[in-house]
């Protein structure tokens, strides 16, 4: 049983996270974040089943400096860009970010080809009417099936990412003790 003021803080940090975005407190202007709006962190994932940044990034979003957000965000992308350029090999980039950003999906000027394509697979499986307009070059019944493939695929590479960073932390640490040790 969790105790009622961890959930009650948990519910807070669920809160401030699945806000689209933040002020910048130098100019009081929205800064994007990669927030998806249905943060999973806050359960104990380690890695959000949203956005997939992992928790610790979530949580210290808004402290990193504009090199920890772009850090994450190139993460990311790239990830976006190996599940989902190689699943819709027949979009037209032209067509999806004309459509995304006629949809007011705001996109980072470094967006990369992944980012875009998930937008617009992302409003296409909300409203499969706008799957012939999105320039994803798919059929509106293909939708469903392959927004749930990118979502097992894009939440293993993800999670492997994250298996990864640690093993290599784990490593470090391990070689630095011994090398106290033999100090």
């Known amino acids: 049983m ?19 975005c933040v002020l910048s407190s130098d100019r009081r202007i929205a800064s994007l974040t990669p927030c998806a709006g249905r943060c999973s962190t806050v359960f104990g994932d ?11 990034e979530v ?11 772009r850090a994450v965000w190139q993460r990311l992308d790239a990830q ?15 067509k999806v970010q004309a459509f995304v950003l006629s949809k007011r999906v705001r996109l980072r000027d470094d967006a990369s080809k992944g980012r875009k394509l998930y937008h617009a697979l992302k409003l296409c499986e909300k409203n499969r009417h706008f799957t012939d307009d999105s320039g994803l070059g798919i059929h509106y019944k293909q939708v469903r099936p ?38």
């Not at 969790?2 to 689209?20: H, N, T, Y």
């Not at 949580?59 to 400096?65: C, G, K, Q, R």
Request: with cysteine; glycine share 4%; proline share 3%.
């Open 59 to 69: 949580i210290h979003w808004n402290t990193y400096s504009a090199e920890q957000h």
């Open 146 to 183: 392959l927004w749930d493939e990118f979502e097992r695929r894009i939440l293993a590479l993800a999670t492997a990412s994250y298996d990864l960073a640690f093993l290599r932390a784990d490593g470090i640490r391990q070689h630095l003790i011994h090398i106290q040790e033999e100090d």
């Open 46 to 56: 380690a890695v959000c089943r949203g956005c997939r940044r992992f928790n610790h």
């Open 80 to 94: 976006l860009d190996q599940i989902l350029v190689p699943l819709l090999p027949h979009a037209d980039l032209v």
């Open 2 to 20: 969790l105790d009622p003021g961890f959930c009650a803080v948990m519910q807070i940090l669920k809160f401030a996270v699945s806000l689209e």
